[in-house]
């Protein structure tokens, strides 16, 4: 499997971060069609999701991924929506 190309965030995505004591808050609103890759979404659905951060300042690249194995999506999360 190829790696997926990194992008800035999509139209429409917002994020803060915030520090705290222990760390970061993040927060973000993404549209749905972002979610769903542009598929109809039926109710309840679910999609795979990973966060990945990433640092490239410096020259070294940084990253930091909450679940999963880099691009190995059948290792994501999975983020459901009730309906």
Same mark, same amino acid.
């Given at each position: 499997?190829?790696? +997926?190309?990194? *992008? ?17 808050? +993040? ?9 769903? !890759?542009? %598929? ?21 690249? %940084?990253? +930091? ?5 880099? !691009? !190995? ?5 999975? *983020?459901?929506?009730?309906?």
């Amino acid at each position: 499997m190829t790696g +997926l190309q990194e *992008l800035p965030a999509p139209v429409g995505v917002r994020a803060a971060v915030v520090p705290t004591a222990a760390g970061y808050d +993040l927060e973000a609103a993404i549209p749905l069609a972002v979610l769903a !890759d542009n %598929h109809e979404l039926r109710f309840p659905a679910a999609v795979g999701l990973s966060l990945l951060v990433t640092d490239p300042d410096g020259g070294e690249v %940084h990253q +930091l991924q909450w679940v999963g194995r880099g !691009d !190995d999506q059948a290792t994501w999360g999975r *983020l459901t929506f009730a309906g």
